[in-house]
């Protein structure tokens, strides 16, 4: 069955950049595009970026647009994000999901990202 | 970005209440329209998508209708496992975007 399996925790100074990993198994990894969505404390989904597993083409909110890569390495069936300059407004669960029919089927466990000096 | 707005914000129901949920996008999305259900501390769960297309495992008391611009999540007979945050999203343009939520609460 398909599982998705993100990285552990993290805490970063205001400035640093923190990635973020996420490892699917239980399916051909290049099938599916892989997105990621954030939800800081008590509030809303926030959708941040896709990536096209099989070719590595990206899309990115314009929010994040410039400070946010996603990667993907199709040998450890694992995609990654990447947030730079980070401020403490990005004090969020970071989740990845996979997409099959335009909806976002399976989802990692959530990464706390949590920006501190 | 195209907006998604969800009403109400928040319900008070009682087990086997019949709960219906709106979602008005700021533009026309065909059936482009997911939803998606959230309880504490879990990731969020695809409940439906096409805007009717109920994903494998989910009840039959969850159904989604509509297309264009307003949609709608219906739970017929809600049981105690159903309280939780629900969240429409849209994925016809190139950005995706979600609702704020709904959460319903007993």
């Known amino acids: 069955q398909v599982q998705v399996v993100q990285s552990g925790a993290e805490v970063k100074k205001p400035g640093a950049s923190v990635r973020v990993s996420c490892k699917a198994s239980?399916?051909?990894?290049?099938?599916?595009?892989m997105h990621w969505v954030r939800q800081a404390p008590g509030q809303r989904l926030e959708w941040m970026g896709w990536?096209?597993?099989?070719?590595?083409?990206?899309k990115y909110s314009q929010k994040f647009q410039g400070r946010v890569t996603i990667t993907r390495d199709t040998s450890a069936s694992t995609a990654h994000m990447e947030l730079s300059s980070l401020r403490s407004e990005d004090t969020a669960i970071y989740y990845c999901?996979?997409?099959?029919?335009?909806?976002?089927?399976?989802w990692g466990q959530g990464t706390l990202v949590t920006v501190s000096s | 970005d195209i907006q998604m707005t969800q009403s109400p914000s928040s319900l008070s129901a009682s087990v086997g209440d019949r709960v219906t949920i709106t979602c008005r996008a700021s533009?026309?999305?065909?059936?482009?329209l997911n939803w998606y259900q959230q309880k504490p501390g879990k990731a969020p769960k695809l409940l439906i998508y096409?805007?009717?297309s109920l994903q494998s495992g989910v009840p039959s008391r969850f159904s989604g209708s509509g297309s264009g611009t307003d949609f709608t999540l219906t739970i017929s007979g809600l049981q105690p496992e159903d309280f939780a945050t629900y969240y429409c999203q849209q994925s016809y343009s190139t950005f995706w975007t979600f609702g704020q939520g709904t959460k319903v609460e007993i």
């Open positions: 096409a805007a009717s």
């Open positions: 990536i096209n597993a099989a070719n590595g083409n990206t």
């Open positions: 239980g399916y051909t990894f290049t099938t599916y595009a």
């Open positions: 533009q026309s999305i065909s059936t482009y």
């Open positions: 999901a996979t997409e099959e029919d335009t909806a976002m089927f399976y």
